[in-house]
């Protein structure tokens, strides 16, 4: 991994004054502009004052599913109609740190690049079809780019988004990669929402198909490591597992880590939060967040579902650990590209922002633009479960930083 340059850190993760960084191609081929500010009229301005384009779309992350709204109907009026898509974050990624950023705003454009955004209805019966709706951006394409990725942006508190990444796949096939994250509502875990147009959508998948003529990398990575043995999943319901290895899950999970209640304390969200789960998988372990315990029913909840007979093993790693993880999955991105990258997306889980503590999270910013050159926009969000298909990936994590690296 590239050793990072350390920015100077910030006061504080609070948002201050608007933010512009702007990055074009040598050839005038290819654009990206990344906004960050504190209103929709403020990051609208500043979008139509950056000028270049044509754009071919703008992601918009946001705090509010109002600002969330407000801002796409703002760029939609400012810049000739572009194709939008966004959804509301649990924090904002950027160079300065302003993790409570209200707004933000990446463009991507230029000759070179083309868009399409498609829409998926979820529903708990049919997650799958979900995403086969959102994949048919990559067929709306025209002509068909030499590089293309698959950008999905779900309602991660609905559905499954294991299937949801499954019919993604099976539209947009082997060669395009797929990246993306599920929508937050600042830990609230009520209600998410998505944006596709001038349309404010709940319960939604939206995809965005990016076709470029320089390559587009994408980088996955868990700072995770498992400790003890494997355990089975005996029984489960839904999320939930309800027993490991023929015992109660929570008691089970406690007792493998020599833990008790009493011991843990009331935060035991927090506890679980530096202890996840991992699945096994053929390419590694797959990160489980803990979203939720039921004392009564000794159950562990989760944002999808575990089948029974699945093998789970405890997970150890802390802020160092994540950190560093992050600077690989940007080191995997780059290493895709044959030139120097214009931009980052970053899709990281608010579970790491919990692990690292607001305080520290400069030095993962540090670590991630430190690999960057000092005209690279960086922007992305904190999300709920993080989306990256490559190779026999299962597609969807917990836990981990996933990027988009635009050449």
Not at 23 to 47: F, H, L, M, N
Not at 105 to 125: F, H, I, N, R
Not at 182 to 196: E, P, V
Request: proline share 5%; aromatic share 4%; net charge negative.
């Amino acid at each position: 991994m590239t050793a990072p340059s350390p920015l100077p850190a910030p006061e504080s993760t609070a948002f201050t004054a608007t933010d512009v960084t702007v990055a074009r191609s040598a050839d005038g081929d290819r654009v990206v502009a990344s906004i960050t500010a504190a209103s929709p009229a403020e990051a609208v301005a500043a979008s139509a004052a950056v000028g270049a384009g044509p754009w071919a779309v703008g992601l918009v992350f946001a705090a509010s599913p109002e600002i969330l709204a407000a801002t796409g109907e703002g760029l939609r009026g400012a810049l000739d109609g572009i194709d939008v898509a966004g959804c509301t974050s649990s924090g904002i990624v950027n160079r300065r740190t302003w993790v409570e950023a209200p707004v933000q705003v990446t463009l991507l454009g230029g000759p070179g690049m083309t868009a399409a955004v498609s829409v998926g209805q979820l529903d708990l019966a049919d997650s799958r079809a979900a995403g086969q709706a959102a994949a048919q951006a990559v067929r709306a394409l025209a002509p068909q780019p030499p590089h293309s990725a698959l950008i999905l942006l779900a309602d991660g508190l609905t559905g499954d988004t294991n299937h949801i990444v499954r019919g993604a796949y099976e539209v947009a096939g082997a060669l395009v990669p797929i990246v993306g994250g599920c929508a937050g509502d600042n830990l609230a875990m009520k209600a998410t929402w998505q944006l596709a147009g001038d349309q404010l959508l709940a319960r939604s998948v939206v995809g965005v198909a990016l076709g470029s003529t320089a390559p587009l990398g994408v980088g996955v990575r868990h700072g995770w490591s498992p400790i003890g043995s494997p355990m089975t999943v005996t029984a489960a319901e839904g999320n939930s597992i309800l027993t490991l290895d023929d015992r109660p899950a929570l008691d089970a999970y406690l007792e493998a880590l020599g833990f008790t209640e009493a011991s843990v304390g009331p935060d035991l969200a927090r506890f679980s939060q530096t202890r996840p789960l991992g699945l096994e998988s053929r390419g590694g372990h797959q990160v489980r967040f803990i979203r939720a315990t039921d004392p009564q029913r000794r159950s562990m909840e989760f944002l999808v579902a575990i089948g029974e007979g699945e093998l789970v093993t405890l997970m150890q790693g802390g802020s160092d650990t994540v950190v560093a993880a992050a600077g690989s999955a940007v080191d995997d991105a780059l290493a895709q590209l044959t030139g120097d990258p214009l931009g980052l997306v970053a899709f990281d889980c608010v579970a790491c922002r919990g692990v690292i503590g607001d305080g520290e999270l400069a030095c993962e910013t540090a670590t991630v633009a430190g690999q960057l050159p000092a005209g690279a926009t960086l922007s992305g969000l904190y999300t709920y479960g993080e989306i990256a298909r490559r190779g026999g990936s299962l597609g969807f994590h917990n836990q981990t930083m996933v990027v988009l690296a635009v050449q």
